[in-house]
Structure formats: C-alpha cells, structure tokens
C-alpha cells in the first residue's frame, strides 16, 4: 500500500478512551461513537472498542439504528451486522479519517451548561412488533405466580416497590431477536422473556445479547 492511500489515522483523530466521534459526510451524518479502547488503523477505518450513541441521519442510518446503545470491540463487529442491509453496503468506511473528534469533558463544574433540545427530523425502519404476544405473555406470568408479575431475572416487581403506579408494568423481552426474523415466523408466548428495564437493558448491552439464564448468573 502506497503512503498516499495510508494515512496516519490515529494520529489525525487522536482518539482515546473516553473521546466521542461525530461523523460529518453526507454516509454517516450525525454518527456519535464513544471510544472505550485503544485505536488502531486498519486501512481507512479506525479498529477499537466503542460504543454506538447515535446512528445519526447519513446513509446508514436507517441500518445502524437498531444498535444503538450497543458495545462494539471493533468495527467489523457492526459492520458484519448491517452489510447485507440496502444502506450499509459501504459501512466500512463508517470509521474512517472523516469523523470529527471531541475530547471527553473534564473538569467541568455544575454550572456548565450543554445546549439541548434542538428539534430535528429522523427517518428509520422499525420492525413491526405484536402487543397481544406481551399480553398474554403477561397473563401466562400470573397464572403461574399467584397473579403477580416481576423480572424473570432479578425478580423486581414494579408493583411492589412503586405501588398502583407500577401496577400491570414489565418489559418483554424478544428471545430471539426481531433483526433476526425475516417477517414469517410467528412470535410465541414462549419467546418472550418478562423483566425489568435494567435487565432488559443489560440483556441488549452487548451482541450477541445475553441469555436470560447468564443475566441471572451474573447476579448470583
């Protein structure tokens, strides 16, 4: 490879643990990366761990808006996820020498201020999900639990801690995951796991997502 087409890419972002990239051309247009490891370039990409904050509103956004929230120990992980998709066929670029870099804040006082709320418009695909599957996922629960409803993992129960408020409240949790199914197969009461907002957060932290029975493992 020439020295033309391999350029000093870590040098040029300076990126480090902690530091946010923003993407700025028109493919990943308000793309937000966290760094969470060392960089490395490969190529025209950066390689590292991250995290995907925000999909943005480039080219790929539509594909990438699913991950979201998601930890990454490379590119290629996200990227092996969204290439077969219309709109991420030239995800490998997504980490290349365009993204702007911010430094993590620090040392900032209480009384810093962060401009927010700003409207703007978003386009993405959503998959289409069922409320009766929950439903009755919901109704199964109770029949087995003496009427009561709480997390299959951690065993919180909304009502009890919150009261009338919290009444009839869980989360339902896709056993198999819905990017995965190609719009045939049905959705059983059986492929829907009931927990609480942390555990359902942390079931989708990393991919593959974690089972039900690891997540409990972890908290034993």
Known sequence: MSSKAKPDTVKHTGAKA?????GREKKNQGLRIRVHSSQKEV????EGGFEL????????????SEFTGHQFENARQLIDL???????????FILGRDMLRIEAPTGLSAEAEFPEGKEFERKHKARERSQVVI??????FRQKNNGQLCCEVCYFSFHSVYGQIGSDYIEGHHLLPLSELDGRRKTRVEDIALVCSNCHRMLHRRRPWLGVSELKKLLA
């Open 18 to 22: 902690g530091d946010i990239l923003v």
């Open 43 to 46: 190529g025209t990409r950066i």
């Open 135 to 140: 439903r009755l996922a919901k109704e199964n």
């Open 53 to 64: 904050l925000d999909a943005g509103n480039g080219d790929y956004a539509s594909s990438m």
């Open 82 to 92: 969204i290439k077969t998709k219309p709109a991420g066929k030239r995800c490998k």
